[in-house]
C-alpha cells in the first residue's frame, strides 16, 4: 500500500517563507539557464557581462530595457486585470494584433488632422482591443464558452487577419516584402534622445499609475476582489458581479491593444508580420510571477525587458537561438512556480485519528 | 423477518453460536473538542438487517464512519465477527468484511466500472485485468440479483445505478457487512423499493446490513431491527421492530426536550415576507421546490425543521435571488421581489446567513474589513462615486469586531483564518445591521461551539425581539425548538406541516420528519 503523504495548505504563508521561495526559485532557474547558456557556447565569464552590465548598468542597455518593458508593462497589466475577476484571456496577442492594425490604418495616413494622429490612435487601439474580446466575453456569459478556448483562437484569427492585410492591401509598394511602409512622422511616438526610447513611456506610466489605482483605490477593484474569489457571496452581498466581468475584461483588451500600438507606434514605426509575437506568454508569465498587481507588473515587466534585451545581445553576439531565449525564460518561469508551490502547501504524513 | 424480541436480543444473533457480525460498545469520538458521539453502543447479527435511525447530528453516520474505519474512535470497543478490530482505513475495513457505502459515491467519474473495481482491488489476487474485473462484476451482480453493467462510465450512470456500482464493489472487495448511509435519500419511490427487497435477499443470504435511514416506512418495511440515536447516544438498542409503532419511534427520536418556555408572539406583527407557490426544478441528485408557500410576520421566528437535502438549499438560494424560480411569487413587505436581483432585497431589508458561511456568505480570502464592508461598498458608504476609503473601512470594522467580540481578529486579518464561530460573528455584524427587517438564518449555528452557539441565538433573539422577522431553516431540532415561534416542517421541497410552538408534540414532528404527512 501506498504511505500517503498530504499536502496541506498553509494557512498564512508569511513574508519570509514567501520571500525566500520567490528568490531560491529565481535563483535556481538563473543557475540552470546559465548551464544551458554555457552548454550552447556563450563564455562563462560573458554572462555576468551581458546579463546585468549590458542591460541595467550602461545607459543604452538601460534604455533598451526600458523600451522593451513597455508593451510588456502594458500586456502584463492586461493579464492581470482579467486574472483578477478569473478571466483567462489567453488572446492577448490577438488584441494586441488588432490595436496594431488599427494604429497602422491611421498611422499610414488614415483620415484626420496630424496633430490629433497619435491621439486618436491611442483610442482606436483600445478600443478594438477592448471589442476583440467582447466576442469571447458575450460567448461565455451568455453561453457559457470556455474563454480559454475562444480568445486563445480569436488570436489566430487577428494573426490571420494581419497577414491578410500585409500580404494584400499594405503590403509594401516599394519592396514588396510583406509590410507595410513608414508611418508618418506625425504618427510615430517623439523619441526622447535616450536610446531608442519614445514618448509611449508616458502612456504606459500613466496607464500603470491608473490601473493601479483603480484596482487598490477604486469600487471597481473591491468589486473585481471580491467576484474573482467568490463570485457566488459577492453577488449575495448585492454586488454587480456581471458588470464588474464586462468592465475589467474589456479593460484588459484595450490594454492589449493599446501595447499593439505602442509598439507600431514607438519602435517600429511599421506593421510586420513580427511585431506581436511572444507577447501572449510574456503577458501571462508576468501577472502570474507579480501575482496579478499592478506594482509588481511593472518590476517583473522591467526584468522580463532585461532578458529580452540580454536575449538579442546574445542572439547577435554568439549566434543564439532565439527558441534558446524562450527557453531560457521557462526555466526560470518554471522554477519560480515550483518554488511558490513551496511556499503554498506543507507536507504532511497523516497520522492516526485525524479525522474530517 | 427475523425474531429478536426484546432490546436484550441485541446480545444475541440470529445465527446461534456465530459472534455478532459488528459490535460497537462505549465509542467516543469528538471533533475539535465537540462530541458527536458518547458512549455509543450497537450490536449487529448475521442474516439480520438492522435500521439505525435519529435525527440530523444524532451520530448515527459517524458511528458507522467509526466501524468503517473513516474516523478513528476516541474510546471504545470494536468486534467485526467475534475479533478485536480497530480499522484504521476503509480499506482495513474492508478486508475485515465491513463495507460503507456512503452518501457521496466513492467512484471515479470519468473510469468504468469496471476500471473503478479494479482501482479498489489494487492488482492484488485473481483480478488483475479490465476484462477479468468485469466478468467479477457480472458474476458477483448475478449472484446477488442486483443488475451492474461494468463497461459503463461512472459519470454516464443515474444515481440509482451509480449505488448499485458501489455496492457490487464494496462486495467484491470482501465485505459480508454492508453498511448503507440514508441509501434511498437519492433514489425514486420505485428505485428505493428495489434497493430495500434487494437488502433484504442479501440477509437472506446471510449477509449483515445496516440501513442508516429517517424513514420510519423503511425501519417497518424491511428492517429486522432497529436502533435509535440521539445527541451521539444510544437511545434504543437493537430492538426488534415488530414491538415498536411509529409514535414511539418519533419520540425516542426526538426526545423529550420539547418547547423550552413557551413564546408567545410579542404582538403579531404584519406580514413582510410572504412566500407562494415556490417552485424550483431539482438539480441532479439534488431536490428541487414543489409549490412551498408560507407567511413570516415582524416580531416573530418560523423555523423550518426538515431532514437535510429536502429543498433547504434551494429556498435559501431563492430567497437570496441566487435562482431564480419557474414558479410562484416572493413578497418582501408587501412588493413582488420574485426577480429582482440581490442588492434591491437588500435594499429592501433582506439579510441571509447560508448555511455554509464561506460558500456564499463571506469570502474567505478578503480581510476582515472587507467582508464586514461588502454589501455597503456600493452603497456608497465608504466613500462617493466610485472610490474607495479604505481607512474608514477598517475603522468600522474594528468597531465591528469589539461589538460582537470577534476574537483573533483584527481589520486586516484574512477571514479564512478565523475559527468556525468567530467567521459567523463576523457574518452576524455585517447582515444584523440597522437595515435588516427580515434575516433568512440557514443552520446559523452549524459546527459552532456551545458558546458561540449561545451567541448566535442571543443575536437573533435580539433582533427579533426589536421587531425584525426571523425565518430559521435548520436541521438542528432543538434549535428551531429553542428559537420558534411557529415550527414548520419541509418535506420534498414544500411545507408539510405547520403548528404553533404551543402546539408542537413529539410525535407531530417525528412523523412530519419521517415523511409522513
Known sequence: MLDAAFLVRRQAPGLLLSGLCYAGGLAFGLAVSAVLLVQAGVPAAALVDEFLIATFLTSDGLAQTVTAALPLVLVGLASAVAMRVRFWNIGVEGQLWLGAVASTWIGLGGTGPDALRLPAMLLLSAAIGAAWIAIPLVLKLRFGVSEVISTLLLGSVAFLLVQHLLFGVWRDPATGFPVTAAFLEAARFPSLGWGQLHGGLFVVGIVAVLVWFMLGHTRAGFYADAVGLNPKAARAAGLPATATVVGLVLLSGALSGLAGMTIVAGTEHRLNQSVGSGYLFSAIVIAYLAGARPFWVVVVALALGAVFTAGSVLKVFYGISEGMIVLVQGTVLISILMAQFFGTYSLSRPGRGEAS | ?517
Open chain 2, 1 to 517: 423477518m427475523s425474531v429478536a424480541a426484546s432490546p436484550a436480543a441485541g446480545r444475541e444473533n440470529t445465527s446461534p453460536g456465530r459472534p455478532p457480525a459488528l459490535e460497537l460498545r462505549g465509542i467516543g469520538k469528538a471533533f475539535d473538542g465537540r462530541p458527536a458521539l458518547a458512549d455509543a453502543q450497537f450490536s449487529l447479527a448475521w442474516g439480520e438487517v438492522h435500521a439505525i435511525v435519529g435525527e440530523n447530528g444524532a451520530g448515527k453516520s459517524t458511528l458507522m464512519n467509526v466501524a468503517a474505519g473513516v474516523y478513528a474512535a476516541d474510546e471504545g470497543e470494536q468486534t467485526i465477527d467475534g475479533a478485536a478490530a480497530s480499522p484504521r482505513s476503509p480499506m482495513e475495513a474492508t478486508a475485515a468484511g465491513l463495507g460503507m457505502v456512503h452518501q457521496h459515491f466513492r467512484l471515479v467519474d470519468s473510469f468504468t466500472v469496471a476500471e473503478n473495481v479494479l482501482l479498489s482491488l489494487g492488482r492484488r489476487g485473481a483480478v488483475r485485468t479490465i476484462a477479468q474485473a468485469g466478468a467479477a462484476i457480472i458474476a458477483k451482480a448475478r449472484e446477488i440479483g442486483l443488475p451492474v453493467d461494468p463497461s459503463r462510465v461512472v459519470a454516464d450512470l443515474s444515481t440509482a445505478e451509480r449505488q448499485r456500482a458501489e455496492i457490487v464493489r464494496v462486495l467484491l472487495l470482501g465485505a459480508r457487512i454492508l453498511v448503507l448511509d440514508e441509501p434511498t435519500a437519492v433514489l425514486t419511490e420505485d428505485e428505493a423499493k428495489a434497493l430495500l427487497s434487494f437488502v433484504r435477499r442479501l440477509a437472506g443470504q446471510g449477509h449483515a446490513v445496516v440501513l442508516i435511514t429517517h424513514k420510519y416506512r423503511e425501519v417497518a418495511g424491511f428492517c429486522d431491527r432497529v436502533t435509535i440515536m440521539r445527541h451521539g447516544r444510544t437511545v434504543l438498542a437493537g430492538a426488534a421492530v415488530s414491538g415498536l409503532d411509529e409514535a414511539e419511534v418519533a419520540r425516542l427520536m426526538v426526545g423529550e426536550a420539547l418547547p423550552a418556555g413557551s413564546r408567545p408572539l410579542s404582538s403579531a406583527g404584519p406580514v413582510v415576507l410572504a412566500v407562494a407557490g415556490l417552485s424550483v426544478e431539482a438539480r441532479p441528485h439534488g431536490q428541487g421546490l414543489a409549490g412551498i408557500g408560507f407567511d413570516l410576520r415582524a416580531g416573530e421566528v418560523l423555523g423550518l425543521a426538515g431532514v437535510g437535502g429536502n429543498g433547504q438549499e434551494e429556498l435559501v438560494s431563492c430567497l437570496t435571488g441566487l435562482v431564480l424560480p419557474q414558479s410562484g411569487a416572493i413578497l418582501l413587505a408587501g412588493r413582488d421581489v420574485t426577480t429582482v436581483p440581490p442588492r434591491e432585497r437588500r435594499r429592501a431589508g433582506l439579510r441571509v446567513i447560508p448555511s455554509d458561511r464561506f460558500d456564499s456568505g463571506l469570502i474567505r480570502d478578503f480581510a476582515i474589513a472587507d467582508n464586514l464592508a461588502l454589501s455597503r461598498v456600493a452603497d456608497g458608504a465608504f466613500g462617493a462615486l466610485l472610490f474607495l476609503r479604505r481607512g474608514r473601512m477598517r475603522q468600522t470594522a474594528a468597531e465591528a469586531i469589539d461589538a460582537f467580540d470577534i476574537r483573533g481578529a483584527t481589520p486586516t486579518v484574512r477571514t479564512g483564518l478565523l475559527s468556525g464561530g468567530n467567521a459567523q460573528k463576523v457574518l452576524l455584524a455585517r447582515e444584523l445591521d440597522a437595515g435588516m427587517t427580515v434575516l433568512v438564518a440557514h443552520s446559523p449555528s452549524r459546527g459552532l461551539d456551545m458558546k458561540a452557539t449561545q451567541f448566535v441565538r442571543t443575536a437573533i433573539r435580539r433582533a427579533v425581539e426589536a421587531g425584525a422577522a426571523c425565518l430559521l431553516i435548520s436541521e438542528d431540532l432543538p434549535e428551531v425548538l429553542a428559537l420558534s415561534h411557529r415550527v414548520a416542517v419541509m418535506n420534498r421541497g414544500a411545507i408539510a406541516g405547520c403548528r404553533d410552538i404551543a402546539d408542537v408534540t413529539p410525535e407531530w414532528i417525528g412523523a412530519l420528519l419521517a415523511g409522513h404527512a
